[in-house]
Nanobody, 122 residues
Framework: QVQLTELGGGSVQPGGGLRISCTASGYTVRPFCMGWFRQAPGKEREGVAV???????TYADSVMGRFTISADIARSTLSLQMDSLKPEDTAMYYC????????????????WGQGTQVTVSS
């Protein structure tokens, strides 16, 4: 059974950094696509970053240059390094995987973690 577990959320001041991680288990083959989505209160879920099968990456415009997505070789651990955080980055962050397509599209992803809260506030 596929399971995604996020770790590392918390509170940080604007301009600070935070690293969140996700452990993936239960896969028989390496996930085709892994990524991070987020959802702020009262807003729709939005894609943050995805890691393609060939290790290329796609970022949302809002986080480009500030966030970095990475994974270990086996893709058992996915990380998101978040720097220069802004209050508008406050959200629940979800680790996701997809088996066929890879883009910042919610419907592409069939496995979701429970989420980890990131709060940016002074």
């Amino acid at each position: 059974q596929v399971q995604l577990t996020e770790l590392g959320g918390g509170s940080v001041q604007p301009g600070g950094g935070l690293r969140i991680s996700c452990t993936a288990s239960g896969y028989t083959v390496r996930p085709f696509c892994m990524g991070w989505f987020r959802q702020a209160p009262g807003k729709e879920r939005e894609g943050v970053a995805v890691l393609h099968y060939d290790n290329s990456t796609t970022y949302a415009d809002s986080v480009m240059g500030r966030f970095t997505i990475s994974a270990d070789i086996a893709r058992s651990t996915l990380s998101l390094q978040m720097d220069s955080l802004k209050p508008e980055d406050t959200a629940m962050y979800y680790c996701v995987t997809a088996s066929r397509a890879c883009a910042l599209v919610t419907s592409f992803f069939n496995y979701w973690g429970q989420g980890t809260q990131v709060t940016v506030s002074s």
